[in-house]
């Protein structure tokens, strides 16, 4: 098994990247010698965390990375399924402000993440950094 760096695509994001993470070569090909969940839930943390901007992509991410189906991430929203897969349909459209609060504010409660409450932080940042790196341990 050896460590490289890898753009993580599986994710629906073209922006993640996985440094250090362990591959393996089996007779199928590489193989990722992590556990997927834990590392999208990672991302979906890093994601809330950095403050990036949440487009139907991310809301996707999100609410697997949870186990969640549209109809639940819906329900703790008070939205309904449709809304949910109208935002996931749209893979590159950013949330509005309003939603894109409530999600990241979810999320935070969800994977236990303190977010400093004013309306601008959570609303995050006018443009995705284009790179997110994790480092896996």
């Keep these: 098994m050896r460590n490289r760096t890898i753009r993580y695509t599986i994710c629906g994001l073209d922006y993640v990247y996985l440094e250090n993470i362990p591959v393996r070569q089996t007779k199928h090909g590489e193989v990722l010698g992590v556990d997927l969940e834990v590392i999208e839930r990672e991302i979906a943390s890093e994601i809330v965390g950095q403050g ?7 809301v996707k991410l999100f609410r697997k ?4 189906s549209m109809e639940r991430f819906g329900l703790l929203l008070g939205l309904s399924p449709p809304a949910i897969l109208k935002w996931e349909r749209d893979l590159k459209k950013r949330l509005h402000p309003t939603n894109e609060v409530a999600v990241r504010a979810l999320m935070a409660e969800q994977l236990n993440i303190i977010l400093e409450g004013k309306f601008t932080v959570l609303k995050g940042k006018a443009v995705n950094p284009g790179r997110l790196t994790l480092r896996v341990a």
């Design 52 to 58: 990036i901007p949440i487009r139907g992509a991310e």
């Design 65 to 68: 990375s949870l186990g969640l």
